[in-house]
């Protein structure tokens, strides 16, 4: 196979083998971190002929090819390939040798996991749309490959092998550190998925907990949790966008963790608007959002994350965010990248996804396991090489003589942990 032969160069050769639908092996019989299982003679057209990210993640969704073993591997060979495909003479070489393949018709296609959404981009009706197309997909799916407390953000390792469950208390614990948390303070959490950290903040640090989201099962599992926990009287969890915030000066603290990838550059200033109007005087916003790296173009055409998992998503640079944020009133006091954390977190998503694949089958389907396999590897992949990033920015809203209340250093932040 001469068209395989320059695929499998380089990182490709090293990680990647290719099991043909006969049963041939490419480039030999060694075992590798990753098989690629080619299911038809079509397949390779399948994958790359349609010269897109999004063609290429539906041949893997509707099983034109399957990925075995660490895939996330298969993103570095992919970043190779690319960067190796030379210029347009080189592109055009390959698309005709790819069109002499073998032309598959016949594919089952589920036209339902392609995201399709209606109305003005990021009104509040289609945001509602697109919150919901992800996080309504079940919560028993969820469930599977979370950690105890359905935490769905980045995680916060005190070491590389400690397990998810440490991790995502240890980062609950750092976002009510950093905020400062007291007794009675009032603490809004915008996007607080299924309640983790209201709960935790409740708990812990003996606030009231108001929490917000869009899905309702994720809201009315939020609120079952609150009262299994006894809290009832002091947390709870609506259904509500954040522009429908109302009450000037009501909070203490805001957290929004995991939840500012849905804003969209265009409503940046209505979020740090409406996050500064709820605020007290000496209030903190704790801001947790994933960030495009500034060196890393935007590819062209839609993506796969906008087709399949985020719809309308946006990421934007943390320059572009903490200017934004300035501009609304708020000074910046500290800014922490959790990278490396983001992606030992999607490895243990991805590792629990797959060892739970029965059971998945049982709450969606297969198309729909494969989009977060594929889309969690891939941001594994993001973050460990560095095109992706997560910050933490602690903003606060200055009193009138420009008091914030916070301590001279970080040294709260780490008193009486262990080690």
């Known amino acids: ?5 320059r695929l499998l160069t380089g990182a490709a050769a090293r990680d990647v083998s290719v099991r043909l639908w006969d049963g041939t092996r490419e480039p030999d019989d060694r075992a590798r971190r990753v098989t690629l299982s080619l299911n ?3 397949s390779l057209r399948r994958m790359f002929l349609p010269g897109t990210e999004v063609g290429l993640a539906e041949a893997y969704l509707y099983d034109d090819f399957d990925i075995e ?12 390939l690319t960067a190796n495909l030379g210029g347009k003479l080189d592109r055009l070489r390959l698309a005709r040798e790819l069109r002499r393949l073998p032309s598959e018709s016949h594919r089952d296609v589920d036209s339902s996991v ?12 289609r945001d509602r749309q697109a919150v919901r197309r992800h996080y309504d997909v079940s919560n028993d799916f969820y469930a599977l490959w979370l950690d105890k407390r359905m935490v769905y953000s980045c995680a916060y390792f005190p070491t590389s092998d400690a397990d998810l469950d440490t991790a995502q208390e240890r980062k609950l614990d750092h976002v009510c550190r950093k905020l400062r948390l007291r007794p009675g303070q009032r603490l809004l959490d915008i996007g607080c998925g299924w309640g983790g950290l209201v709960i935790y903040a409740a708990q812990h640090y003996g606030v009231q907990a108001e929490g917000m989201t869009l899905s309702e099962p994720q809201a009315l599992l939020a609120n079952e949790r609150i009262a299994e926990a006894g809290l009832a009287a002091r947390c709870r969890v609506d259904v509500r966008d954040y522009r429908e915030l109302d009450g000037p000066e009501a909070y203490d603290a805001v957290a929004s963790v995991g939840m500012f990838e849905h804003v969209g550059k265009a409503v940046l200033s209505t979020y740090f608007d409406k996050a500064m ?5 000496g209030g903190l916003l704790l801001n ?5 790296n500034t060196t890393n173009p935007l590819g062209r055409g839609p993506s796969f994350s906008d087709t399949y998992v985020f719809p309308d998503g946006e990421l934007v640079p943390i320059s572009t965010s903490l200017d934004v944020a300035e501009s609304a009133g708020f000074e910046v006091r500290d800014v922490e990248s959790l990278r490396e ?4 977190t999607l490895r243990h998503w991805v590792r629990r996804l797959e060892a739970t694949h029965d059971r998945a089958l049982q709450v969606v389907n297969e198309p729909i396991y494969r989009v977060w396999r ?18 933490q920015a602690l903003l606060a809203k200055s009193g009138p003589d420009g008091a914030t209340g916070l301590p001279l250093t970080r040294a709260d932040l780490y008193a009486g942990l262990p080690d």
């Not at 392609?114 to 009706?125: A, M, P």
């Open 40 to 42: 038809h003679p079509g």
């Open 341 to 344: 954390h983001y992606a030992l």
């Open 288 to 292: 947790h959002g994933i960030a495009r």
């Open 69 to 80: 073993g660490d895939i996330e591997a298969v993103f570095a060979a992919s970043d190779e």
């Open 374 to 391: 594929l889309f969690m590897s891939g941001s594994a992949h993001g973050f460990a090489v560095g095109n992706l990033n997560v910050y």
């Open 114 to 125: 392609r995201v399709r959404l209606t109305g003005k981009r990021h009104s509040i009706q």
């Open 1 to 5: 196979m001469g068209l395989l032969e």
């Open 277 to 281: 109007d709820v605020l007290r005087p």
